[in-house]
Nanobody, 123 residues
């Protein structure tokens, strides 16, 4: 069992930056690939980024490449998403997810999910 708790969301102006964090708990949390997803108002959930358990491999949605960076700290069982050059289109609830299989996160699935943290980008 893995529990995920996101933090770091908030209100930021367009062009600004935010760093999201996801704290993972559970004895096996370090063995899971982890990822970030988002859901904008009136839209479905979409994949943002994912990272393998070792941290050696990452994947990003095309719309965040070059702006967002995913990383993890296995010792502290934490996942991060550094978001730069934010635009109003990035406004959404951001969710952390974990799965034993990296490919599952890439297709939008995960065994465990956090409750989400809201990011609002003003123009």
């Amino acid at each position: 069992q893995v529990q995920l708790v996101e933090s770091g969301g908030g209100l930021v102006q367009a062009g600004g930056s935010l760093r999201l964090s996801c704290a993972a708990s559970g004895r096996t949390a370090g063995a899971f690939s982890m990822g970030w997803f988002r859901r904008a108002p009136g839209k479905g959930r979409e994949f943002v980024a994912a990272i393998t358990s070792s941290g050696d491999n990452t994947a990003y949605a095309d719309f965040v490449k070059g702006r967002f960076t995913i990383s993890r700290d296995k010792a502290n069982k934490a996942l991060y998403l550094e978001m730069n050059t934010l635009t109003p289109e990035d406004t959404a609830a951001y969710y952390c997810a974990a799965d034993l299989h990296f490919r599952m996160l890439r297709i939008g699935r995960g065994a465990y999910w956090g409750q989400g943290t809201q990011v609002t980008v003003s123009s």
